[in-house]
């Protein structure tokens, strides 16, 4: 019997296998690396307790890093969540079912398309004498540094982010809506319910459990964006676009390789990231009751 | 009152479709723009005055792409498929095999480990990324395109499993009992019954995970640091040296060119399931 215990467990045997090594020890190992002065790949590390942290805190780099992510989250995330939503519900309510599913795979296609791909597009489109500009430029207007300007280049970022991002947040709204169960639907339908009455009333509500995801995962998205801005503007110009990952990024894998004092950083930012998801739990908890 | 309503409904349907079609307009402009880009020569990307359409197929900067760039491009684009197939192949048969075992088959803390592989979904990248590039470099598989499909593998396993387990779990009980009767050991259960029965998701696993690998910028961009192991996505944002004897050609057409050849197969892969990657998400998240 208990030989066949263990025969049961095969099956899993693999792909365990593989995420065990490749990725539980890498997260957890991740923790430990940043209690250590560890630097390239050698094995020899040196136990530092929380100096990496306190090095951190006054490094003003982090704090620049973290307020340009903060940045990065409140121009993109709002507005990708918006777009996504209601172009979620307004799919989901077309009768003419063939023209929503064209919709629906020009909008998903950012994701699908390899975000370097999708950057490079953008890269071409901004450039001082790109289309952009030209256009611009031909409506009168003064051409705009989008990836040169220090000031403007976030929001450069961030648009490219949204387009590449809303496909993505669209595809769950819109399977969410598509669950909600047609009797629901009809019954609004019948008792004359306005389209903005059945939005808030009927279709919102029936997403909500979603809709509490999205909320927490604001929070979280403050670890995100490495590979846009990695792929297009690299941290750059005079770090207007250095988010916090890419700081960390820099100063190891792609840098100095102070893996211990990064991995510090990357742990201070899930806290922090941990944090705030708390409250927003906490104040979405508050709004429901 | 009856055809009143009709008319509301039509008029409601007019005003989305004409707010989708300029978002998709919006959207698809980019990759629109893109195409055409890398059909043209330099005098027509710099001018005051460019059209969105090339003036003919000009295929002057893929040909410098493949013949005279000094960056070997043919070789990302092979170790580009080298990855991608290798991660497909390993994800298939693990999810395959382990979606089964925790979708049928009994064992000790089987539910706790589901879970955690579940929650390994929602850990950001940036938490394991430093460590597993160490990790990478202590097996000795920084550098390799096998050791970048084994970690992308692993990546990407976690929501492969629980798409490949919500699979099975849809096949009815009674098959199985069916063929158990007739003595059949579990993994011919696994290989005819259930493989056949379960293989549309099987389908979007494979689909799945080489778009994630294909696409793969951040860890390819950090794992692969020899020009010669790049792959596309890592490739296409390497400057190019472009030399006065090419003087026909923009380095943004070339650009928009290696975009494109990034892009199309996962475009191409994308459209050719999309409706199953709906519907089946239609299925497997109701309720």
Redesign the interface.
């Given at each position: 019997m208990k030989s066949k215990?263990y025969s049961?467990?095969?099956?899993?045997l693999?792909?365990?296998s593989?995420?065990l090594?490749?990725?539980?020890?890498?997260?957890i190992?991740?923790v430990v690396?940043a209690f250590m002065d560890?630097r390239g790949?050698t094995?020899t590390g040196e136990w530092v307790g929380l100096g990496n942290f306190k090095e951190l805190i006054s490094d003003e780099r982090v704090w620049q890093g973290l307020s340009i992510s903060a940045k990065y989250v409140l121009y993109s995330y709002p507005a990708t969540q918006l777009?996504a939503l209601v172009?979620g519900w307004?799919?989901s309510?077309?009768?003419?079912k063939t023209?929503g599913?064209?919709?629906?795979?020009?909008?998903?296609?950012?994701v699908?398309?390899?975000?370097?791909?999708?950057?490079?597009?953008?890269?071409?489109?901004y450039?001082s004498?790109?289309?952009l500009n030209?256009m611009l430029?031909k409506l009168g207007l003064s051409p705009v540094g989008w990836l040169t300007d220090p000031n403007v280049a976030i929001y450069s970022l961030a648009i490219a982010s949204i387009?590449r991002n809303f496909?993505a947040s669209m595809?769950y709204y819109?399977?969410?809506f598509?669950?909600v169960p047609l009797e629901v639907k009809e019954s609004a339908l019948i008792d004359?319910a306005s389209?903005w009455t059945r939005f808030w009333k009927v279709d919102l509500p029936a997403i909500k459990n979603m809709l509490f995801i999205i909320f927490i995962q604001s929070a979280?998205a403050l670890?995100?964006g490495?590979?846009e801005v990695?792929?297009l503007t690299a941290g750059g110009p005079a770090r207007a676009t250095a988010i916090l990952?890419y700081y960390?990024?820099e100063i190891?894998?792609?840098g100095e390789q102070r893996?211990g004092y990064?991995?510090a950083i990357?742990?201070f930012?899930?806290i922090f990231?941990l944090i705030l998801a708390s409250v927003v739990i906490r104040l979405v908890k508050v709004e429901k009751e | 009152m009856f055809s009143l309503?009709r008319r509301e409904?039509f008029r409601?349907?007019v005003t989305?479709?004409i707010?989708?079609?300029v978002?998709?307009i919006v959207?698809?402009f980019?990759?629109f723009?893109?195409i055409c880009?890398s059909f043209k020569t330099i005098q027509e990307i710099?001018t005051?005055n460019?059209k969105i359409l090339p003036k003919s197929l000009d295929f002057v900067n893929y040909k410098f792409l493949f013949e005279t760039s000094v960056i070997d491009y043919k070789q990302a684009i092979i170790n580009s498929i080298v990855v991608s197939i290798t991660t497909v192949v390993?994800v298939v048969?693990?999810?395959a095999?382990?979606g089964?075992?925790?979708s049928r088959?009994?064992?000790?803390y089987?539910d706790n480990?589901f879970n955690?592989?579940v929650m390994?979904q929602?850990?950001?990248?940036?938490?394991?990324?430093?460590?597993?590039?160490?990790?990478m470099?202590?097996l000795n598989l920084r550098d390799s395109l096998i050791g970048l499909a084994?970690?992308l593998?692993?990546?990407i396993?976690?929501p492969n499993?629980v798409l490949m387990r919500q699979s099975f779990l849809s096949v009815p009980t009674e098959l199985e009992d069916a063929a158990k009767i007739d003595g059949a050991s579990?993994f011919q259960l696994?290989w005819h019954v259930m493989l056949p029965l379960a293989g549309g998701g099987l389908i979007l696993v494979a689909v799945n995970s080489f778009?994630f690998t294909?696409?793969?910028?951040?860890y390819a961009?950090?794992m692969l640091t020899i020009p010669s192991k790049y792959t596309?996505?890592?490739i296409?944002?390497v400057s190019i040296p472009t030399t006065p004897a090419t003087l026909r050609i923009a380095t943004?057409g070339v650009?928009?060119a290696?975009?494109?050849i990034?892009?199309i197969p996962?475009?191409i892969?994308?459209?050719l399931i999309?409706?199953r990657f709906?519907e089946g998400?239609?299925e497997g998240?109701?309720?």
């Amino acid at each position: 019997m208990k030989s066949k215990y263990y025969s049961n467990f095969i099956y899993i045997l693999p792909a365990l296998s593989f995420i065990l090594i490749f990725n539980i020890w890498p997260i957890i190992w991740g923790v430990v690396l940043a209690f250590m002065d560890f630097r390239g790949v050698t094995l020899t590390g040196e136990w530092v307790g929380l100096g990496n942290f306190k090095e951190l805190i006054s490094d003003e780099r982090v704090w620049q890093g973290l307020s340009i992510s903060a940045k990065y989250v409140l121009y993109s995330y709002p507005a990708t969540q918006l777009l996504a939503l209601v172009s979620g519900w307004m799919i989901s309510e077309l009768r003419a079912k063939t023209v929503g599913k064209i919709y629906r795979v020009i909008l998903y296609l950012p994701v699908v398309i390899p975000v370097s791909a999708g950057m490079t597009m953008f890269k071409a489109l901004y450039e001082s004498s790109g289309y952009l500009n030209i256009m611009l430029t031909k409506l009168g207007l003064s051409p705009v540094g989008w990836l040169t300007d220090p000031n403007v280049a976030i929001y450069s970022l961030a648009i490219a982010s949204i387009w590449r991002n809303f496909g993505a947040s669209m595809f769950y709204y819109l399977i969410g809506f598509y669950n909600v169960p047609l009797e629901v639907k009809e019954s609004a339908l019948i008792d004359g319910a306005s389209l903005w009455t059945r939005f808030w009333k009927v279709d919102l509500p029936a997403i909500k459990n979603m809709l509490f995801i999205i909320f927490i995962q604001s929070a979280g998205a403050l670890t995100g964006g490495l590979a846009e801005v990695t792929a297009l503007t690299a941290g750059g110009p005079a770090r207007a676009t250095a988010i916090l990952p890419y700081y960390s990024a820099e100063i190891s894998i792609w840098g100095e390789q102070r893996l211990g004092y990064a991995a510090a950083i990357n742990l201070f930012l899930s806290i922090f990231t941990l944090i705030l998801a708390s409250v927003v739990i906490r104040l979405v908890k508050v709004e429901k009751e | 009152m009856f055809s009143l309503k009709r008319r509301e409904i039509f008029r409601q349907q007019v005003t989305f479709n004409i707010i989708l079609a300029v978002l998709a307009i919006v959207v698809a402009f980019p990759i629109f723009w893109t195409i055409c880009s890398s059909f043209k020569t330099i005098q027509e990307i710099y001018t005051l005055n460019p059209k969105i359409l090339p003036k003919s197929l000009d295929f002057v900067n893929y040909k410098f792409l493949f013949e005279t760039s000094v960056i070997d491009y043919k070789q990302a684009i092979i170790n580009s498929i080298v990855v991608s197939i290798t991660t497909v192949v390993i994800v298939v048969i693990c999810s395959a095999l382990g979606g089964y075992g925790f979708s049928r088959i009994n064992f000790k803390y089987r539910d706790n480990i589901f879970n955690t592989i579940v929650m390994l979904q929602f850990v950001p990248l940036t938490a394991g990324i430093i460590a597993q590039w160490q990790i990478m470099s202590l097996l000795n598989l920084r550098d390799s395109l096998i050791g970048l499909a084994l970690l992308l593998a692993a990546i990407i396993l976690p929501p492969n499993l629980v798409l490949m387990r919500q699979s099975f779990l849809s096949v009815p009980t009674e098959l199985e009992d069916a063929a158990k009767i007739d003595g059949a050991s579990t993994f011919q259960l696994l290989w005819h019954v259930m493989l056949p029965l379960a293989g549309g998701g099987l389908i979007l696993v494979a689909v799945n995970s080489f778009l994630f690998t294909w696409g793969d910028f951040i860890y390819a961009r950090t794992m692969l640091t020899i020009p010669s192991k790049y792959t596309m996505p890592v490739i296409i944002t390497v400057s190019i040296p472009t030399t006065p004897a090419t003087l026909r050609i923009a380095t943004y057409g070339v650009y928009n060119a290696a975009a494109m050849i990034t892009a199309i197969p996962a475009i191409i892969f994308f459209i050719l399931i999309q409706n199953r990657f709906y519907e089946g998400a239609r299925e497997g998240l109701k309720g």
